[in-house]
């Protein structure tokens, strides 16, 4: 089973998928194809017709779009449980993970997932902090919901922590305040092994977008790739 992804630091899709079968211990062989260059869109079309990554490739059977990979591997793997047990809850775990999924387009926009950087304050707006205070809202209820059984959404890991940890991410780069019992899941998902070990991969990269991050064009980089150009 092969996993189809883009640059760490840049690529918030990828890491949903990543971050489940990581964490829920579904091997795979990590493929990546970097973002922003000339040669992308051929590298790509060996794996999916969309264009896009992720992908996951099982056998014959290529599977793209973040929503299709977890239900592609919560069938194949039922016994990781990677949805809620109870009918409700499953619901709503989808529900969530949809609303992630199509929605939160000014968070996406203006606040650009940037693993490796520190930029706080960058990107806010009024429209983004309404984008902030919903997903705030998802997390805290659950936590409310489910913590006597764990420390994640549903207690137990599922598809659903894998599905916001890019806004986890976002969240950490950008120095988004939160309220305490969101902030709490925020922190822990920073410090799951997953998590640490993409944020590695990350920092291992060095690729960066000129135009976004003229920062990065210090003196000391030598060793820095411009894309995008």
């Known amino acids: 089973m092969k996993l189809v992804i883009g640059n760490k630091n840049y690529s918030s899709w ?3 998928p990543w971050l ?6 579904i091997d795979f062989e990590e493929v990546q194809v970097r973002l ?4 992308f869109a051929a590298e790509i079309a060996q ?3 969309a264009g896009k990554v ?11 779009d973040t929503l299709s990979i977890a239900e592609y591997l919560a069938e194949r793997f039922p016994g990781k449980a990677l949805w809620p047990a109870g009918p409700a809850e499953r619901a709503y775990a989808r529900s969530v993970c949809a609303e992630m999924h199509a929605g939160f387009t000014n968070l996406r ?8 950087a520190v930029l706080p304050g960058r990107g806010w707006n009024v429209a983004v902090q309404r984008d902030v205070d919903r997903i705030a809202q998802i997390w805290t209820e659950l936590r409310a919901r489910h913590g006597d059984a764990g420390p994640f959404l549903f207690g137990a890991f599922t598809i659903a922590d894998a599905y916001f940890a890019p806004v986890v991410s976002r969240f950490a780069t950008y120095g988004i305040h939160l309220p305490d019992a969101a902030k709490a899941y ?3 998902m920073l410090e799951l092994p997953a998590m640490q070990e993409w944020i590695a991969g990350a920092h291992e990269e060095r690729d960066f977008l000129a135009d976004d991050e003229p920062y990065r064009l210090a003196p000391d980089r030598t060793d820095a790739i411009i894309i995008g150009h």
């Open 186 to 188: 925020a922190d822990f």
């Open 36 to 39: 922003f260059v000339g040669s």
């Open 47 to 49: 794996y999916s017709p």
């Open 109 to 116: 926009n203006l606040l650009p997932m940037n693993v490796t």
């Open 54 to 64: 992720p992908v996951l490739v099982d056998g014959d059977i290529s599977v793209w």
């Open 20 to 25: 489940l079968m990581r964490h829920a211990g």
């Open 14 to 16: 990828s890491l949903r």
